[in-house]
């Protein structure tokens, strides 16, 4: 081998094995930021994982939205119609929040099944419904859990 | 009467699309005169039924006829002028009207001035692109219908979304279409170029100028957005990682890598293959992120209504693009010779390590963007890929980049010694190692590594621009040579790049400073109160009732105090936007060089207390200061007289000058 491919062929190496090394650490770190979605059902019958980052969402119940003598941490419920959890969230919601509107909500669930939010989303549109929580809701309506079909 | 015309324009357009992309394409192939002649009249001919469409849509809004449809759930009477022009483009059917429109706008551009291409070649890409405007004419005439009617016509229209009533937005989906359509010219010359069998010098020197044009839309437009997100969405933020953003990332970055590959392909003939396959993958990438915004298929902050048949068409739209140039490129690339050949160390290797960066950090983005849709899929779950994530990437891979970056234009094409080019660098090293310490230790501020890696980072670009600068007009003799360089020689190029490359030194500081050293505060406030933000006094003056033209607000004010002194009186806004009863955040920002003071209303609480959300937001303007200058580094490349000149030359140009000066834009 002439030195000079030799010099090239080092090069090429290195430059592999560092994309290599970029590319693993990378890949090793998305797994560690995926985010599953649960609905209440889910969380209620104990699959989600307790203190690691995960996404719930469905319905705001009607009723349930409580204001801490704070002003800024707020408590609300919401359901899939089969099961509801609880949901605390310190700091301002989101303009579109309001009762009987689909969210999501990103935290960790704490002991007793409370969720403790991070951030809250609620989409721009009034009509659009996150789909995950369609899913949610279809589903626990085949289940024959749901008042008769209706979706808002 | 008049929706019927615009119906009917489009359907004159479509077919006229038919017209261009058969007989110019066939006379090309086997050499007839008069259908190759056909290409310029039938764009012309295109452009001249679709900008009637336009107008004809335009005139509905400004007339309030709702007997349309697509106006009556967009417009409504009680809308400002302005934003009845760009409610045209508020929603699905009439963005993509705009889409077509400018589709229709640069080819007919690309007639015009690119008349010193052959003309065999010119047919070719105008056919091209005839091709493309045929799937998206079709895909409104038959999908998207932006004229139907609706009867009874309700007598008041639905409005335009409030987040789209803002100066940033009406002009945001504009430049960021020229983007994305301007990618189609770059893809038709790779195409036309692969038909003829011709990727030389002279082909990368055509589609170089009309790259780096469409390129400049896009970061123009993907600028706007992050700015419009700041002002309007009230969190302050500035990119989130939205799979809509990110479908105008992806585009971007890989037409960041074309126009660096372009510059080899040009100057040396190297690289001819991978330009090509470039070209293709950033059109590709436009139309994806045109299928994920107009499927529906991502949960997004810019998704409209979501419809199957549409998602489809799109679907089947890009497995026909991708799928039909894949295969013409598998066909014609073995035959492509390789071209300047160059050694392990030189200018041609560095810029392969940008194109490769620049490819993987698309792949990443791609990979975070439709992991979702993959893991959904398969019925893995239902996951959302996390910001922190996307955000880690970039701190990965960009030092590596920004490396590359410093040395690029210091190195010679062909052949650079390596320690030559460290002892070039000798002095940028030290600048820059040295500001990064001061800017990591707690000295004038507090310190962080990641700042001091920033400062390390953008003292880089900025200390070996400099002395690529200080090279290159000691050769050209001092400041003479840059009023020469500037105005008669022509080469904007160089000093585009230039440009561009500290807008990028820029904006690694914006980013990384907002991002270390921002301070929010959710808080609640009663009237008469004040707050400690960063070291300026915040005095809450309560909220009061304000009504605007078609909305309520409730405003509140805010005194800025620094040292006992006003420095700036803001207004947040809540508004309540009559027609939609939608509630919108208006934030009131204090905008400044150093630092922006950003306020959000929340709720009130009674008693005229109101929570609200206070920003302190150091150098956050620096990033779209960088993005300007990033742009306008690109129009300057343009604007290089070379490319004009070298029209009406047709003979290809194979080799750059000398490998010394740094004449191309890369």
Same mark, same amino acid.
């Not at chain 2, 699309?17 to 090309?28: C, E, N, R, T, Y």
């Not at chain 2, 509905?60 to 760009?86: E, H, M, R, W």
């Not at chain 2, 082909?203 to 957005?225: E, H, K, M, Q």
């Not at chain 2, 150098?619 to 993005?627: A, E, L, Q, Y």
């Given at each position: ?60 119940? %009607? ?63 009034? %009509? ?25 | ?431 820059? !190692? ?179 959300? !206070? ?20 129009? !300057? ?30």
């Amino acid at each position: 081998m002439t030195p000079k491919r030799k010099k090239r062929l080092i090069l090429i190496a290195l430059m592999v094995a560092g994309v290599g090394v970029a590319i693993a650490v990378a890949l090793k770190a998305f797994n560690e930021n995926l985010m599953f979605f649960y609905t209440p059902s889910a969380v209620a019958g104990g699959e989600a994982p307790a203190d690691h980052l995960i996404r719930v969402g469905g319905l705001v119940t %009607n009723g349930s939205v409580k204001r801490q003598p704070d002003g800024l941490t707020v408590t609300f419920d919401i359901t899939d119609y089969a099961e509801t959890i609880k949901v605390q969230y310190t700091g301002i919601l989101p303009d579109l929040f309001r009762e009987g509107q689909g969210i999501v909500a990103r935290g960790r669930l704490q002991d007793g099944n409370l969720f403790v939010a991070e951030e809250v989303l609620a989409k721009h549109d009034e %009509n659009y419904m996150p789909p995950e929580v369609a899913d949610a809701l279809k589903t626990a309506h085949k289940e024959g859990t749901a008042p008769g079909g209706e979706t808002p | 009467m008049i929706p019927e015309l615009g119906h009917f324009a489009l359907i004159l357009a479509l077919s006229l699309a038919l017209v261009l992309s058969i007989f110019p394409m066939i006379g090309s192939l086997n050499n007839t005169p008069g259908w190759i002649a056909l290409a310029r009249p039938a764009a012309w001919g295109q452009f001249f039924f679709v900008a009637i469409a336009f107008g004809c849509l335009v005139s509905s809004f400004l007339t309030n006829d709702f007997s349309v449809v697509y106006v009556a759930q967009n417009g409504n009477t009680l809308l400002p002028d302005v934003y009845k022009i760009s409610a045209v483009w508020g929603a699905h059917e009439g963005s993509l009207l705009l889409w077509v429109l400018i589709l229709s706008g640069w080819t007919v551009a690309v007639s015009l001035l690119a008349r010193h291409l052959p003309a065999v070649m010119l047919a070719r890409v105008l056919s091209v692109m005839g091709m493309v405007s045929i799937g998206f004419l079709s895909f409104l005439l038959f999908t998207s219908n932006p004229f139907a009617r609706v009867f009874p016509a309700p007598l008041e229209g639905g409005d335009l979304n409030p987040l789209l009533q803002d100066p940033g937005l009406a002009i945001h989906p504009p430049m960021l279409y020229m983007g994305y359509v301007g990618m189609s010219v770059a893809f038709s010359f790779a195409i036309a170029a692969l038909i003829g069998g011709r990727l030389d010098a002279a082909w990368a020197r055509w589609s170089r100028p009309w790259t780096t044009v469409a390129w400049v839309f896009l970061t123009i437009g993907i600028t706007l957005g992050s700015w419009w997100a700041y002002n309007e969405l009230g969190w302050g933020g500035w990119w989130f990682w939205d799979p809509v953003e990110n479908a105008s990332f992806m585009p971007w970055l890989a037409a960041t890598a074309l126009i660096h590959s372009l510059a080899v392909t040009e100057k040396r003939g190297a690289f001819k293959r991978w330009t090509v396959l470039l070209a293709l993958l950033a059109f590709s990438l436009s139309l994806l992120g045109t299928f994920l915004v107009r499927s529906g298929v991502l949960t997004s902050v810019h998704s409209f209504a979501a419809d199957p048949a549409r998602g489809l068409f799109i679907l089947i739209f890009l497995c026909i693009v991708i799928g039909g140039s894949l295969t013409l490129y598998a066909a014609r690339a073995p035959s492509v010779s390789s071209g300047g050949r160059f050694d392990a160390f030189s200018r041609e290797t560095l810029l392969l390590g940008n194109n490769m960066l620049l490819v993987i950090i698309t792949a990443f983005v791609l990979l975070g963007t439709l992991a979702p849709l993959i893991y959904d899929a398969l019925g893995w779950g239902k996951i959302s890929v996390g910001f922190p994530w996307f955000n880690r990437m970039f701190v990965i891979f960009t030092p590596f980049l920004v490396v590359l970056m410093g040395m690029g234009p210091l190195a010679r094409w062909k052949h650079q010694d390596p320690g030559e080019l460290a002892r070039k660098l000798r002095v940028a090293l030290l600048v820059s !190692l040295g500001g990064g310490i001061l800017a990591a230790l707690p000295l004038l501020h507090k310190g962080s590594v990641w700042a001091g890696l920033a400062v390390m980072l953008s003292l880089w670009i900025v200390s070996s621009l400099a002395l690529s600068l200080r090279q290159r007009l000691r050769y050209r003799k001092g400041l003479a040579g840059l009023w020469q360089d500037l105005g008669a020689k022509g080469s904007g190029s160089y000093y585009g790049m230039v440009v561009a490359h500290f807008g990028v030194a820029v904006f690694i500081i914006g980013v990384t400073f907002v991002m270390q050293y921002e301070i929010e505060k959710d808080i609640r406030l009663s009237p008469g109160e004040s707050t400690e933000l960063a070291g300026y006094t915040l005095r809450f003056d309560g909220v009061q009732a304000h009504q605007g033209p078609n909305y309520r607000a409730d405003r509140g004010t805010l005194h800025v105090l620094k040292d006992e002194r006003e420095i700036a009186l803001l207004h947040p806004e809540k508004r309540v936007y009559t027609v939609q009863t939608k509630p919108m955040t208006e934030s009131g920002i204090d905008v400044g060089f150093t630092r922006d003071i950003y306020v959000s209303l929340g709720e009130g609480l009674g008693n005229g207390d109101w929570s609200m959300r !206070l920003y302190y937001k150091p150098f956050v303007r620096w990033i779209w200061f960088g993005g300007l200058l990033i742009a306008i580094g690109g129009l !300057l490349a343009a604007s290089d007289r070379r490319y004009r000149i070298a029209l009406r030359d047709q003979a290809p140009v194979t080799v750059g000058k000398d490998g010394l000066i740094a004449s191309g834009g890369a």
